[in-house]
């Protein structure tokens, strides 16, 4: 029992310290499990099962717009990563080597894989042929290995799971349009199954990713008020083409580069529902990616009916395609309910022998811990509907965190007291210089998150240089 017990005791609460309240939900909540390499992670079980059904969402929205799955070599030769010079000077430092197969000393380094963008250009350079094979739409579902310094679960580890999507096209307008496109599908994916709102930008010529023309991002903020990035979208131009040699036979019948795109999110974004939604008695899901949506608890099952008026119930919402488990254990119900409390379960729904006396049952909310007595004729439609309200909930209070921590400042010292302070999301103009960048992060100790997409139109002074422009960008601290 002791050792069971350990599930359902109290976890640091997050006035206390954010950081140890994260990390006691990801392990007491059986997320994950530390590894015997240092910075990397097990997904346990039910952690997995989260991004299974993240995968599963996204997947779909990607077959809607006609992308299809590939799997690419986990292992690149270090001739064929040198071939682009921005990338592999970005991802030098987090490049893990292979030197050795078996006893024998490899003739060529082997990069395990800290994105793929050079197998997929080296897979077109032998495919590729005419323009009438246009547009490439591949993604691929895998973990990279970046060795990063500092790690913490799901938020930056030196082994991630993640999908990447990679495309090429005819013209520069349809890839741009692509990048796009994608950085609105992680917007949607995170509004409608995560109820997470985001901030939708492009990065500056500072945090674009290593030989981009251009990135796209969407910043979440978290309870802490803190910035995480959560996916990003890049536009590569004919970059990578020209460096290896992608080309195809254009409609002129003259020899052409294609343009090309990534993107890609990872499992960054169950770090990012934990400290979206989260309490200080454990996890809360969204009911879209929760293992368990309902989880079913017989009161006094000892007594005649009782079980079988649980499983009676679990039957009914299983027929609704809802994932529905019940705890028949002999475990307490006291244990019961602070278990899948702390494991973040949307509903709960209780049936004893008073209930099946008045024909209803007991349903109780995770994210607000209202109770209500639902007839059990009504079953079917009430927790439908309680699933939704829940899922509604969580994002207007996540929606009220970011509207209530976005501030707009004018002078780079107010900016520093926010960040000082309770922090958030400091909204100002900037000139562009990459000068005035780096001023920021020196005297107010935030960087870029973006540039929003949505700009406002108007005219004022730069922070640190008070020079007139019209940009308006983000700045935070971010994970």
Known sequence: MAKDQRNVEAITPMEVDFAKWYTDICLKAELVDYASVKGFMILRPYGYA???NIQRIMDGMFKKTGHVNVAMPVLIPESLLKKEGELVEGFAPEVAWVTHGGSEKLEERLAFRPTSETMFCDHWHNVLQSYRELPMLYNQWCSVIRWEKTTRPFLRSREFWWQEGHTIHETAEEAIAETE???NCYADFCRDALAMPVV????????????AEATYTIEAMMKDHKALQSGTSHYFGDKFSRAYDVTFTGRDNKL???FQTSWGTTTRLIGACIMTHSDNNGLVLPPAVAPIQVIVLPIAQHKPGVLDAAAALR?????????????DSEQSPGWKFAQYEMKGVPLRVEIGPKDMEKQQCCVARRDTGEKTFVPLSDL????????????????????KNLEDNTFDFTTWEEVKEMAQGKGGFARTKWCGSLECELAMKEKAGVSSR????????TTGKCPVCGKECTTDIYWGVAY
Request: glycine share 6%.
């Open 450 to 457: 973006c540039m929003p997409l949505k700009q406002s139109g």
């Open 380 to 399: 079917e439609s009430a927790v439908q509907s309680l699933l939704q309200d829940i899922h509604d909930n969580l994002y207007a209070m996540a929606e």
């Open 315 to 327: 039957d009914r919402l299983e027929k609704l395609g809802l994932r529905v488990k019940m705890d």
């Open 256 to 258: 052409q580069y294609p």
């Open 200 to 211: 939708k930008g492009r990065k500056t010529e500072k945090e674009k990713f290593a030989g």
């Open 50 to 52: 989260i991004w299974e």
């Open 181 to 183: 496109q994608q950085l």
